[in-house]
């Protein structure tokens, strides 16, 4: 079946698994087991059939329910160097928003309601819930391990392969470090400054980590908005190797809206950029800023802030709820807290008023009050009070007939085209039954799945395409 190394690559080779008889190429076999042996008896392995039965039938047809946990079929797997077709073959297809659909519902044992979500791009989720646990679900979601940190309340989590969550508390100064498979406290971060007596107890509000490459790619830093009790705010990127600060960036008194600390941090580590906004919002509407930092010279070049600003925006009035990043299409996205209106800006090209609007879906009468916007996979997903609404782009095919077909990625276009409202649809991925469980809280994706939780609602919900969304009719 799949390569791992040892033996020749076409030849075929009989194993012999506690009495029963397999027939399988030789480069599938791990180097352990000797493959170039001249007797021609089949090679002897004292473990389970029925486990390496499994471990081929899920590889065969992936869509079949397995007939023991993941966790073991991945450990046999690991043995007989078929681990990465078994994952693969047990992952969700491509999340693909208009067909998905609620697939299962995470609930720790122990104090369920969450209070940060940590997903990773391999599927996996670290979930921070109660009183300071993180409890961590591997790519094909089993139960792995919980547990207790010093911490009373986590309010920001980010995953840092291959076993390391970075978390804030919105209740202790400083960001931490854990290794959530060893259950031990690595590291902890302050940010100080003996010249500003202002800086002291400062809390972090919002992480950026970006999972390297590889495992040799340790480049990327980690970025933290950190807040102290004066309002004294920055973004400050650490080391992920030594956890040592090494650069501070957009240093501001918070004295004002427009210098209030980040509430998201995004990382564009290949136009070397930091992107944050903040937003709040009361009684009396909503407010907030984005802004685009150089991380080299740590200079702004490009923010707005609503309502009002530099650029008087063409939706004066009608403010941001929720702004987020498309890293891939090099895009901006933000939903509009009064009409709910989806509204994108081109990075490569934006201005005092780059914004495009887009009206909202077929229900849309929820507005933008209290919306979530989260872009994953080329894709943008909006909480409403009346569902969970998802935006993709359309591209025109080739040979200029103006019909669109939907892309699973977005390729680079030149400025001059600029980006085009018809070139877009939204859907409601969830049923009006699905809605009345509450508003959406928190809003992740994760390799092929997104992460959704809610307002007085136990455990995480997960959402995936489903393995018949890809089918063509043939009508």
């Known amino acids: 079946m799949g390569t791992a190394g040892g033996g020749r690559s076409g030849t075929m080779k009989q194993l012999n698994v506690g009495g029963k008889l397999f027939s399988m190429e030789a480069s599938s076999f791990p180097l352990s087991l000797s493959l170039d042996s001249p007797s021609p008896s089949p090679t002897f392995v004292d473990r389970d059939p029925a486990l390496l039965s499994a471990v081929l039938a899920a590889i065969r047809a992936p869509s079949s329910v397995p007939g023991f946990p993941a966790r073991d079929l991945l450990n046999e797997a690991l043995f007989y160097g078929l681990h990465d077709q078994l994952l693969a073959a047990l992952s969700p297809p491509p999340l693909r928003g ?44 089993d139960h792995h391990a919980t547990i207790r940190t010093h911490l009373h309340h986590v309010s920001s989590l980010r995953q840092l392969p291959p076993s390391l969550a ?48 590889d495992a040799t790619d340790k480049s990327s830093p980690i970025l933290a908005s950190f807040e102290s009790p004066h309002r004294e705010n920055c973004i400050l990127a650490i080391d992920p190797v030594t956890l040592k600060p090494t650069q501070e960036i957009g240093r501001q008194s918070g004295s004002a809206a427009k210098s ?14 930091v992107f944050v ?60 807290s009064k009409s709910g209106d989806v509204a994108v800006a081109d990075l490569r090209c ?65 400025k001059s085209e600029g980006i085009n409202e018809r070139n877009y649809r939204s859907t409601y991925m969830d049923t009006e039954k699905d809605a009345e469980r509450g508003m959406i809280l928190m809003m992740e994706g994760g390799g092929n799945r997104l992460f959704v939780t809610r307002e007085d609602m136990q455990g995480v919900e997960v959402w995936e395409s489903s393995c018949l969304s890809g089918v063509i009719s043939l009508s």
């Open 98 to 141: 208009f067909s998905a659909s609620l697939a299962s519902i995470l609930s720790p044992a122990s104090e369920p309601f969450p209070t940060a979500l940590a997903p990773h791009h391999d599927g996996s989720l670290c979930l921070a819930h109660g009183n300071g646990q993180l409890t961590y679900y591997s790519s094909t979601l």
């Open 166 to 213: 970075v978390l804030g508390s919105s209740s202790a100064p400083g960001l931490h470090v854990y290794d959530f498979l060893e259950g031990r406290h690595v590291a902890s971060v302050q940010w100080s400054d003996p010249t500003d007596t202002r800086v002291s107890k400062a809390k972090v509000v919002a992480i950026a980590t970006r999972p390297p490459a």
């Open 260 to 273: 209030s600390v980040p509430g998201r941090v995004v990382h564009l580590q290949e136009l070397g950029l």
């Open 277 to 336: 906004s903040s937003v709040s919002g009361g009684a009396f509407g909503y407010s907030g800023y984005m802004r685009m930092w150089d991380i080299r010279s740590g200079n702004v070049i490009w923010e707005t802030s609503e309502p009002g600003g530099a650029g008087r925006s063409s939706r004066f009035g009608d403010p941001f709820a929720d702004a987020d990043v498309d890293v891939k299409q090099q895009a901006i996205y933000k939903v509009c």
């Open 350 to 414: 934006l201005s005092n008023d780059p914004w495009v609007y887009m009206s909202s879906g077929p229900r849309g009468s929820g507005g933008g009050y209290g919306s979530v916007l989260h872009c994953h996979k080329s894709q943008v997903f909006v909480s409403r009070k009346d569902g969970l609404e998802v935006w993709s782009r359309l591209e025109e095919k080739c040979g200029g007939s103006g019909n669109l077909t939907e892309q699973p990625g977005i390729k680079e276009r030149p």
